[in-house]
């Protein structure tokens, strides 16, 4: 992914026009030093149906399903029929993956709601995805 299609929110981008919305990414850089949880991409959202919107969408829907998969392997997990308590190992791992797909999905919601607009911000009239500080 290029420069161009991966925006730290923070960072100008002089190639853009100042109204240029951008879509925030179910994708986060890789940890630094100065951000270890990484910081948020952005696309230049003039193309809904272009590659890069495309593939956030079905990384979006992928990061929704997994969010499902953990939770039904957890419920099963602590449901175990045959009365034996899940091991610290098992709870352990169970609750790392929860929070990943607890983190992805919490992710995803905020990139749709920002892309919906907020409802304070509108006066009733279809509100507009944020644009880029210009």
């Known amino acids: 992914m290029s420069t161009h299609d991966r925006l730290d929110h923070s960072t100008p981008a002089p190639h853009l026009p100042a109204s240029t919305q951008l879509r925030r990414l179910p994708w986060v850089t890789p ?23 495309i593939m956030a969408d079905e990384v979006e829907e992928q990061q929704i399903r997994d969010g499902a998969a953990v939770r039904d392997a957890a419920k099963e997990l602590l449901e175990a029929e045959d009365g ?26 905020e990139c749709r709601g920002e892309r919906l607009g907020s409802p304070e911000d509108s006066d009733g009239d279809d509100a507009e995805p944020p644009t880029r500080a210009g």
């Open 31 to 53: 940890p630094s030093p100065e951000a270890p949880d990484g910081k948020p991409c952005f696309l230049s959202a003039d193309d809904p149906v272009g590659l890069l919107s």
């Open 84 to 109: 034996a308590a899940p091991r610290d190992a098992e709870l352990r791992r169970a609750l790392s993956m929860a929070v990943q797909a607890l983190t992805n999905v919490v992710r995803v919601a």
